[in-house]
């Protein structure tokens, strides 16, 4: 039982731990400081920010903690101080028990930077256990003929406390027989014995009570009593004897509980009562005395708790032999408890960091690891490892702590989350390892742009789509996360044909798909080349683009069209020539045609489709061009009528006709004297329209006539006048050049003035042009048109006028015809 001195005042305890402080010394890389026991909570310590090189504020911005193992924390940080102080209650006695020097070592950890710094308190021994014997009292038995000088080893008295305040002295209560000696041990301690002065006498007093009082140091002194009985009986020379007087036994520390470990002995040379030996312990620390059982009659000692040799290296204990008569022998037991593998190491994460950035630079810490294993030897070295395929490393610093780190930069994309495993394994045979896992996310950061997953793309869309129809979708891929991985899609500007990109098509930003904004015409433009960016939604925004050509596929949407013979813009026809001596297969004319499509779409082929003389002509497939088919008749009528029809191959196809007029004739007097006589019945408003475009020619021609006999007239005159002023000689000098018109004006107003006259055999829309004479060169008075003078044209001018005209006429009949 522990018995309370007075606690120490707060002035003394300061007192004291500003002495021991200033005596206190660092030692090497080692923060050092001593307190006493049994301080009230938040005692002074030392001033730790101090020695760290902090401010005390510091503490809390650098995340200073302390890192303690495998035992309740018994220290604290006050952050606003800056110094360490008491956690609450310490007691040296259940920390250190009796060891000399009781350091309590524990680690200040500077998280910010991952720094440990060892620090060591020295719990100072204060006086407050007084010395106690394991029993209260005790009985001895000796017989009346014990000689004088015979040596008791009494109880040994404990003190928890160590130095001065340990068990000082032992003293006796005042007998006449008894007197104490105290011996010194080998390892140091006092052992009382109680010495027997004078003979005893059974008949004089039957029992002897005496006081035992063990003593400590401390001031003040502390004690604690044994009661001793000491029994006077009968004699009995002979007491018990050990077979040794030390008993050695080593035994592994996972022995089973129950397992008889060993056995004393002792003998008795007595008879009877005086030769039975009984055994017990003597002198044994309590706890020793819960962990092992002794046969009080065999001397047979078992384990009944488990042996740790974590706790106990060496058990110490001490048997005592007595016979019935109350004579007792000694003897020494030593077990020894052999370490085991039977711990495995404890590994403990300090500090880790959950999620790191992909680009973490290598060397990075991760983690801050401490390992520990309980058994000593080989069974307490330990190693530290992951596994080798993983980016990072173990460094050991000292007092087996270890850094996580870093061996190269870090890929999100190949690797988003690492399950990392740490096996802290130990020496001893079998090893024993514990396994730790860190959960490590690897945080996306935008090193990644959208990837097209082709270069390039091509897309086909039948032209005259529906606005709004879907062309395209193009996807691209982000290889990162979150916004990061976020992709938006737009056109790169570009003009087609002047008008900008973005009227033709568009894109959905979010999704892609590309949708045309107006109908296509393949003849209008046959391709599109974009270009698509894919961009994210980092800082900084990445991006890529893709080219896609858009290619419009051609439609049958245009009917084929007919260049020749081109239609007149009132709708009639032309008229072709066919000679009545044309052989067969003599070419009349060619139907010349064109479609804008392309392809199949625009393969021609021609077919007669009506004719008005079945047979007579024929259409080329694939040329077009209007043959006689077999050789002209005179029965055959002079106006042929045929119908062309152009037809492409598109799907449906489409096609287009034309009307050809053919005259049958030799000659043209021979087509102009049968123009008159073509009628069509079916139509008399023909035939009458006919009539007055013939009569409207005839008197184009004869005021044709008749201008230019006018001309040739003045032409006459002014030669004439000429005549006449030469023979007067020039009278007429003053009159100005101007006012007549030569011969050679008569034929430059020829070789520009022109007409033209078209005619059709079947069509009542027939036309005449006549364009404006062009009256640069020529100039006439309007004086001498005014004149009634006689104009002298000779025959032979008029004649050659009139072949002119006529020539003139039938070459534009000709050129019409054709």
């Known amino acids: 039982m522990v018995i309370r001195g007075r606690q120490p005042s707060s002035s003394e305890l300061f007192l004291l731990c500003l002495f021991l402080g200033l005596s206190s010394e660092a030692w090497a890389r080692k923060i050092r400081y001593m307190v006493p026991e049994e301080t009230d909570k938040a005692f002074f310590v030392g001033n730790i920010a101090e020695d760290l090189g902090l401010q005390p504020q510091e503490l809390t911005e650098r995340r200073v903690r302390i890192i303690s193992r495998g035992r309740t924390q018994l220290f604290a940080l006050n952050p606003r101080s800056g110094s360490l102080v008491t956690a609450g209650r310490i007691d040296r006695e259940e920390l250190c028990a009796q060891s000399v020097q009781c350091l309590v070592s524990f680690n200040i950890l500077v998280e910010d930077k991952m720094k440990l710094f060892p620090v060591e308190v020295e719990i100072i021994d204060i006086n407050d256990n007084a010395p106690q014997f394991q029993l209260d009292e005790v009985e001895f038995k000796m017989n009346e003929i014990t000689t004088p000088g015979t040596r008791i080893p009494l109880p040994f008295g404990q003190d928890l406390d160590v130095g001065m305040n340990s068990l000082h002295s032992y003293q006796l209560s005042s007998n006449p027989h008894f007197s104490l000696d105290v011996q010194k041990g080998a390892d140091g301690s006092q052992q009382p014995e109680m010495v027997l002065q004078s003979p005893l006498d059974r008949e004089e007093e039957v029992v002897h009570h005496l006081l035992l009082t063990a003593s400590d140091g401390g001031n003040p002194v502390r004690s604690g009593t044994l009661r001793i009985h000491v029994q006077v009986i009968d004699a009995n020379d002979n007491p018990p004897t050990f077979t040794q007087a030390q008993y050695h036994m080593s035994v592994p520390e996972n022995v ?67 016979d019935g008569a109350g004579l007792m022998a000694r003897a020494k037991v030593l077990v020894k408890v052999l370490d085991i593998n039977d711990n495995a190491p404890e590994v403990t994460m300090t500090s880790v960091t959950t999620s790191v950035p992909e680009n973490f630079p290598p060397g990075a810490i991760i983690a801050l690891i401490s390992v520990h294993d309980q058994d000593s030897g080989d069974n307490g070295d330990t190693t530290c490892s992951i596994p080798g395929n993983l980016p990072f490393k173990l460094e050991k610093l000292d007092d087996n702590y270890y850094h996580l ?47 097209f997953p082709q270069d390039s793309y091509s897309t086909f869309i039948l032209e005259n789509n529906p606005r709004g129809a879907s062309l395209f979708s193009a996807t691209a891929h982000d290889a990162d996360s979150n916004e990061n991985a976020l992709v938006t899609y737009s056109l790169v500007e570009d003009t087609i044909q002047g008008a900008p990109l973005s009227s033709y098509v568009s894109i959905n930003s979010d999704t892609g798909v590309l949708y045309a904004l107006r109908s296509f015409d ?26 896609l050509s858009l290619f419009v596929l051609d439609q049958n949407d245009n009917a084929p069209e007919i260049l020749y013979p081109a239609l007149p813009t009132d709708g009639s026809t032309g008229v072709e020539l066919a000679p009545r ?83 049958v004739a030799d000659n043209i007097p021979a087509v102009l004297a049968d123009l008159g006589s073509i009628r069509t019945p079916a139509d008399p408003d023909d035939s009458d329209l006919t009539l007055y475009l013939v009569v409207a020619v005839a008197a184009v021609s004869c005021v044709f006539l008749a201008f230019v006999i006018v001309l040739l007239a003045l032409r006459l005159r002014r030669w004439h006048a000429s005549r006449l002023l030469q023979a007067s000689g020039g009278g007429l000098v003053g009159v100005p050049a101007s006012r007549f018109v030569g011969v050679d004006g008569v034929r430059a107003f020829l070789q520009t003035y022109s007409h033209e006259v078209s005619l059709t055999a079947d069509s009542c829309e027939s ?49 019409m015809l054709a």
């Open 405 to 451: 780190v870093t061996e190269r930069t870090l890929d999100r994309e190949l690797t988003s989350r690492y399950n990392i495993t740490v096996t802290a394994t130990d020496q001893g045979t079998p090893a024993l390892s514990t396994e730790t896992h860190i959960s490590l996310q690897v945080t996306d950061i935008n090193d990644n742009p959208p990837v």
């Open 581 to 663: 001596s044309a052989e067969p297969g003599y070419l009349v004319t060619k139907v010349v045609a064109v479609d804008r499509d392309s392809g199949q779409n625009a393969w021609l082929s021609y077919r007669l489709l009506k004719a008005s003389e079945p047979g007579l002509f024929a259409v080329g497939l694939h040329t077009g061009e209007v043959r006689t088919a077999r050789a002209l008749l005179d029965r055959d009528t002079l106006k042929q009528s045929l119908v062309v029809a152009v037809q492409d191959h598109g799907q449906p196809p489409l096609s287009a006709t034309v009307t050809l007029t053919v005259a």
């Open 767 to 815: 036309h005449v042009i006549f364009p404006q004479p062009n009256y640069a060169d020529t100039l006439i008075s309007q004086e001498s048109c005014g004149k009634s003078e006689p104009l002298l044209v000779t025959q032979d001018l008029l004649e050659d006028r009139k072949e002119t005209f006529s020539q003139t006429k039938g070459e534009k009949w000709i050129q």
């Open 256 to 322: 089973p509980l129950g397992t008889q470990l060993l056995m004393v002995k002792a003998t008795d040379p007595d008879e009877g009562a005086n030769g039975e030996v009984t055994y017990s312990f003597h002198n044994i620390d309590h706890k020793i005395a819960q962990i092992f059982q002794l046969n009080s009659y065999t001397g047979e000692i078992s384990n009944k708790e488990a042996l740790d040799f974590e706790e106990y290296k060496i058990y110490s204990m001490e048997i005592q032999a007595q």
């Open 522 to 547: 393949y003849e209008q433009f046959r391709d599109l080349q974009l270009r698509v960016m894919a961009c994210d939604n980092g800082d900084p925004p990445l991006s890529s683009n893709v080219s």
